[in-house]
Nanobody, 126 residues
């Protein structure tokens, strides 16, 4: 069974840094596009970043560009999201998702992915 598991969420102060991990089991991420989404309380889930393993394409939402960095490990099984200069508005449940690469760039909507993790909570205090 293909699964994604996120980890690394925590309670942080504004200005701090955090690294989230998204680890695949039951499949490898080499042929997949991986997206990071977040959902703040009372708001819709939105894409913040994505990484296309086959062509190494990266995308960031304007709200996180310059502060967040997406990367992969050497095994091809884990995708990281480095969160720097955290702000209270970054507080959300962060989830990763995957879809097999089909020549598409990173989908920006939830429907573009078919494998999801359970999410990890990031809370940023002011």
């Amino acid at each position: 069974e293909a699964r994604l598991v996120e980890s690394g969420g925590d309670l942080m102060q504004a200005g701090g840094s955090l690294r989230l991990s998204c680890t695949a089991s039951g499949f490898t991420l080499d042929d997949y596009v991986i997206g990071w989404f977040r959902q703040a309380p009372g708001k819709e889930r939105v894409a913040v970043s994505c990484f296309s393993s086959p062509d190494l394409y990266r995308w960031y939402a304007s709200s996180v560009k310059g502060r967040f960095t997406i990367s992969s490990d050497n095994t091809g099984n884990t995708i990281f999201l480095q969160l720097n200069s955290l702000k209270p508005e970054d507080t959300a449940v962060y989830s990763c998702a995957a879809v097999r690469y089909a020549g598409n760039l990173c989908p920006r909507n939830q429907g573009g992915y078919n494998i999801w993790g359970q999410g990890t909570q990031v809370t940023v205090s002011s």
